[in-house]
């Protein structure tokens, strides 16, 4: 009888230690929460020279650059809006540009877009409009602010474009102190 009893409270001992008891918490302890986190989208911090484009039409346009000095190539993705860019020192020349999986490339030979990057520094290369086969009519409000622009023709399998890179440096630079880290940085003008 005695080993049915201690079989007995024993059976209770080990059933009631595995239900589960709710814990006091302590006040002074931090709840710890696990919810999934959406990734953070930050734009990584841009070392060395850099270009700063602006784009005021079409959503997305890739830039085909040549380097004058040392005949490197360089591709960047400008979305709308401000972009900032990594870009070695040296002068740049606009050779061409894709847009919707359309390749455009410069028609002329003696008038190509050229901008300067000095070392160190971050330099607006420029502000650009792009139509085709012509920039429209409703697109000029991007130009009335501009000090100055010019025209570029382009070329494709499918037919013209027409690029124009002007210069809205007192509009960009407010932009770009607004949007980016500008401490110890100064936007200089590339053309």
Known sequence: MIKLVACGLLF???????LPFAKRQDSSRPKIVTTPAEPVRTKPEVKGPTAVW?????????LYLRNVDDASAASMIIERGLNRFPIPAGHWELTGFEEADRSFTSMNTSKKFVFRVRPRSTTYAGSIV???PKVQTEDFKF????????RYPFSSEVGLCEMIVGNDFATVRSEFKKTHKTKGLNLTIGF
């Open 12 to 18: 209770m001992i080990v059933s009631c230690s595995q």
């Open 54 to 62: 602006y784009l005021h039409t079409h959503d997305r346009v890739t």
């Open 130 to 132: 792009i139509g085709c």
């Open 143 to 150: 130009l009335k602010p501009m000090k100055f622009f010019n």
